[in-house]
């Protein structure tokens, strides 16, 4: 397990405990799931500041791709505990030469902006340095999330000029309410 030495800042009671971070396993699926829709969709992900809800309805992801990113040797599902609860969670994938992605960073939506976010993706961009070997992380954001991008901008990643489409037309990644596209952010390690 990694560890982070200084407790989270989070809101109330949760700032007193250390997180704990570790690769996702076969048996978390269904806790993961629940995490990445309440913090992505519907009404409970609108509690924190990072949500989707108002761009896409659907599913953010499903048990079937959980599972697959579980299993992929290049790719970790990265969850933050705290006390046995989870917490957040990131996803890295070792891309090859030199080149790592970051996705599907999550926060539970009752603990948004206490500091969570940033360990997060410090612990994903220390794995994919330190696990993958690469000297850079890539990532897509919506195009239309622009304070999103503007938090990951403060944190050392820069807009690469390149955009890619989004899924508009495949359910298992939600279904736009508006035409959508990807920005690529890129970060040296």
Excluded at 26 to 34: C, N, T
Excluded at 54 to 82: F, I, K, Y
Excluded at 139 to 161: C, D, F, K, S
Aim: hydrophobic residues 40%; aromatic residues 6%; positive net charge.
């Amino acid at each position: 397990r990694l560890r982070h030495g200084r407790p989270g800042a989070g809101a109330g009671r949760h700032a007193l405990s250390p997180l704990a971070f570790r690769p996702a396993t076969a048996g978390d699926i269904a806790r993961l799931h629940r995490l990445i829709e309440s913090a992505y969709r519907g009404d409970a992900a609108r509690r924190g500041w990072t949500h989707e809800a108002d761009l896409l309805d659907g599913q953010r992801t499903d048990a079937a791709e959980l599972s697959a990113l579980v299993a992929n040797p290049a790719r970790v599902l990265l969850m933050a505990e705290q006390k046995g609860e989870l917490v957040g969670c990131v996803q890295v994938t070792d891309l090859g030469d030199d080149l790592a992605y970051l996705g599907m960073l999550t926060v539970d939506p009752e603990r948004q902006a206490g500091g969570l976010g940033r360990k997060l993706l410090e612990a994903a961009e220390a794995w994919g340095r330190d696990r993958f070997g690469a000297g850079a992380m890539e990532m897509t954001v919506i195009g239309q999330r622009r304070e999103l991008i503007a938090w990951y901008e403060r944190r050392g990643y820069a807009l690469t000029g390149e955009t890619r489409p989004f899924p508009m037309d495949d359910p298992r990644f939600g279904l736009p309410r508006e035409p959508l596209f990807f920005v690529v952010l890129r970060k040296r390690l």
